[in-house]
Nanobody, 120 residues
Framework: QVQLVESGGGLVQAGGSLRLSCAAS????????MGWFRQAPGKEREFVAV????????YYADSVKGRFTISRDNAKNTVYLQMNSLKPEDTAVYYC?????????????WGQGTQVTVSS
């Protein structure tokens, strides 16, 4: 069965960096794009970034553009989210998902999430 397992979350000061990883298994990784979403307390889950299967196309939410970078290593069945210049408003549970697009209904499998907390 499809499994997506996120890791790399934690507590970081504003201005710091974190790299999230999402290890995929149970399917042919290169058949799908991969996305990252996040959900802050009391808010709806929102799109963060997406990458095509070949890495040729990437798209970002305006709120993270220029600070976050999505990448993937198809040999390792892993997608990454490098987060730099973190802000307190980036605090959220971050989820990786299988699919492609900016809306949640474009994704059919989700990880359990990893907590990112940015202190001011």
């Amino acid at each position: 069965q499809v499994q997506l397992v996120e890791s790399g979350g934690g507590l970081v000061q504003a201005g710091g960096s974190l790299r999230l990883s999402c290890a995929a298994s149970g399917y042919t990784f290169t058949d799908y794009g991969m996305g990252w979403f996040r959900q802050a307390p009391g808010k709806e889950r929102e799109f963060v970034a997406v990458i095509s299967w070949s890495s040729r196309a990437t798209y970002y939410a305006d709120s993270v553009k220029g600070r976050f970078t999505i990448s993937r290593d198809n040999a390792k069945n892993t997608v990454y989210l490098q987060m730099n210049s973190l802000k307190p408003e980036d605090t959220a549970v971050y989820y990786c998902a299988r699919g492609y697009g900016r809306i949640q209904s474009s994704y059919d499998s989700w990880g359990q999430g990893t907590q990112v907390t940015v202190s001011s």
